[in-house]
Every structure is written in structure tokens, then in C-alpha cells.
């Protein structure tokens, strides 16, 4: 397996890039729409071909690189059906399976940052995007957050996950670069450690965080892909 985590120093968003060693295939997990040229320099650099964009959700802080990509190299976007992008080409759902050459990538329903966040796991590592931070969480007052349902998400999606599986997270603004299950369920100071549902909810509630700064731009442009809406 070739990876690489990549960092988007702007916005905090680690993107990360999976290739086959044997086919050359590989795909980007939440993609950056400035930092386009720098993968595409990557590919090119490690000999892959880049079939795929997963996103892990319709992310308010960043615009995807999925619609450049889609554009420059062919790659086709996936991302939830519940997530509200309906320019992706492939909407997945809750245990759909993912091959990229000799990697598979399973889909987990993992909502409550938004409706349509998903985790990939893929083998000994799964990608969390803003469902669980390294000793954090996504936020949930808005996109459709719901505390309750991320707890559900977290404990039952994600916990369930064998202990020494590594965990990737879409943001980490501490320089924590990776995670364990283990560390997550014993360590993370929201819901880590027997952490109840009821104390999360109120956690989540007492936060008052700011508004986020690109949200208005970012929104609109990741329903589409990060390309200019149509129209
Ligand atoms: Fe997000």
C-alpha cells in the first residue's frame, strides 16, 4: 500500500492519499481544492492513477478538490447520499464496499457532524473525517448536527472497531497527526473514558464556538463538488 497524509495548513484539513503498488490505482480521502496541483504532482511523482475522491462529508470549512480532479484526471467523487452533493458520480450508503485494486475500502454511516458523514475503514486504519477527532469531535450546531446521533455514531460505529485499529481524522488543529481506537475510547476528553450519552449531549451544547469563517463560501461550492454552482 502507498499512503500519504497530507495537510492543508490553511484550514487545518488532513486529506490522504491510498494507492495500490500493484495496479497504480489510488484515491484521495477529502480532497483540498487549492492544493490540487500538489497531488497531481504527487500522482504523477509515484506512478499512480487516481481513480477516485471520497469524501466524508459536505465539509464547511474547506472546498473540495473533487470537481477539479473529476475535471483534470477523470477521478469520479463519491460521497453519501445523504450528504446533499448530488454532483458526485457514485452515492454510497452504509456498508457499501470500495475497491481500489487490492484495497478495499468498507463505508460506515458515522452522522451527527452531519447526515451524511461517513467513516472508510480500510484495513488496519479508518478514516474519520470530522465524526472523531483525536481527543475531539466534529462540532454539531450546524449541517444538521445532532450530539446525540455522533455519540451513537462513535460508540457503536467506531468503538466497535479492534482496539489497535488507527484512526485518521479529517482536522486536527493540536499537531496530532494519528490515533488509536484504544486511545480514542480510553483518552478522548468528550466522550472517551465511559463518557454517557446525556454528558456528551451537554458538552456539545455548552461549547458556544464561533461561526465557522468560510462556511458560506464552502458550503454551496462542496455541493457541487467545489466547483462554481451552476446557474
Ligand atoms: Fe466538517
Redesign the pocket.
Known sequence: MIFRQLFDAQTHTYSYLLGCERTRRASLIDSVASEVDTYIDLLQSLNLNLLYTFE??????HITGAGLLRQKLGSKSVVHRDAGAMCADLLVTDGVLLQIGDLEFEVRHTPG??NG?VSYLMQDRVFT??ALLINGS??TDF?QGDAGQLYDSITKKLFSLPADTLVYP??DYHGNTVSTIKQEITKNSRLGNNTSREQFIATMQNLKLAY?KFIDQALPANQSCGLMPQG
Open positions: 466524508t462529508h459536505v465539509h464547511a470549512d457532524h452531519t458523514c473525517g470530522d466534529g462540532r449541517q479529517g482536522h465557522p
